[in-house]
C-alpha cells in the first residue's frame, strides 16, 4: 500500500531560527500533497496543498512567507517554517495523494512535533 | 463550504460493549466521507470510506460506519469496543464533485474501559 515518510519525528528549535519538514513518497508518485497543522486536542487545520512543480495554495490566515512550502518532485514536499516562534509549537502532519487505483483517501505521514523554544 | 461535526468531545465505553461515535456532515456535492484514527504523537490511519454504493460500510479493525443521507450522518461503530480501541477519532469529508480538499472534525477521544 501507499507508504508516506515524514521526517523528522520531533524538532526542538531555539526562536528566530528556521526549520524543515520532509514529506516523500516511498512508493508512489504523489503530483498533491497537503500539509496540516494539529494544536494540543484539537483537530487538523489544513494549511496549504501542496502541487508538483507549482505553487503551493494556502488556506485563509495561513501566511505563506512564514510556512514555505516546496513540492520540486513527485516523491517530495517540504514544510519550513521560517523565523520559528514559540506560537509555531505544534503537531504538523503531510498527506499524499495516492493517484494509482482507488485514490479517494490519502495517506498520512506520522507527523512531526516542533517544538519552539 | 464543506464542514464536519462531530458533537462528541469524549465517548466512554466498556470493554465488550458496542461503541457509537458521531458524525454528521454539510456539503455541496455528493459527499466522499472517512474515518481516521489517531494514536498519541502518531499520524492518522486510515478505518474506512463511503464513496458509494452500501450505505453501509465495513473497515479495518472491525469498525464500520453507515452513511444515512437524509440525516447527513456517517456514524462509526464498532460491535465489541477493545481496550486497544481507545484513541483519537476523526471523521473527514470530502466534496466528491472533484475538489481534493479534506476536512476534519474536532476529533473525539474514544475510552474504552476494561
Known amino acids: 500500500g501507499a507508504v508516506v515518510s515524514q521526517h523528522p519525528s520531533w524538532v526542538i528549535c531555539k526562536s528566530g531560527t528556521s526549520v524543515k519538514i520532509e514529506c516523500r513518497s516511498l512508493?508512489?508518485?504523489?503530483?498533491?500533497m497537503f500539509w496540516y497543522r494539529q494544536f494540543p486536542k484539537q483537530s487538523l487545520m489544513l494549511m496549504a496543498t501542496?502541487?508538483?512543480?507549482?505553487?503551493?495554495?494556502?488556506e485563509q490566515g495561513v501566511e505563506k512567507d512564514k510556512f514555505l512550502i516546496n513540492h520540486a518532485s513527485l516523491t517530495l514536499s517540504t514544510l519550513t517554517v521560517t523565523s520559528a516562534h514559540p506560537e509555531d509549537s505544534s503537531f504538523y502532519i503531510c498527506?499524499?495523494?495516492?493517484?494509482?487505483?482507488?485514490?479517494?483517501?490519502?495517506?498520512f505521514g506520522s507527523g512531526t512535533r516542533l517544538t519552539v523554544v | 463550504a464543506q464542514s464536519v461535526a462531530q458533537p462528541e468531545d469524549q465517548v466512554n465505553v466498556a470493554e465488550g460493549n458496542p461503541l457509537t461515535v458521531k458524525c454528521t456532515y454539510s456539503?455541496?456535492?455528493?459527499?466522499?466521507l472517512f474515518w481516521y484514527v489517531q494514536y498519541p504523537n502518531r499520524g492518522l490511519q486510515f478505518l474506512l470510506k463511503?464513496?458509494?454504493?452500501?450505505?453501509l460500510v465495513k473497515g479495518s479493525y472491525g469498525f464500520e460506519a453507515e452513511f444515512n443521507k437524509s440525516q447527513t450522518s456517517f456514524h462509526l461503530k464498532k460491535p465489541s469496543a477493545l481496550v486497544s480501541d481507545s484513541a483519537l477519532y476523526f471523521c473527514?469529508?470530502?466534496?466528491?464533485?472533484?475538489?481534493?480538499?479534506?476536512?476534519f472534525g474536532a476529533g473525539t477521544r474514544l475510552f474504552v474501559k476494561a
Open positions: 498527506s499524499a495523494r495516492d493517484p494509482r487505483g482507488d485514490n479517494y483517501g490519502y495517506t
Open positions: 512508493d508512489f508518485q504523489a503530483t498533491t
Open positions: 501542496s502541487n508538483e512543480g507549482s505553487k503551493a495554495t494556502y
Open positions: 456539503v455541496s456535492g455528493n459527499p466522499y
Open positions: 463511503y464513496i458509494t454504493g452500501d450505505n
Open positions: 473527514a469529508v470530502r466534496d466528491g464533485t472533484g475538489g481534493f480538499k479534506t476536512i
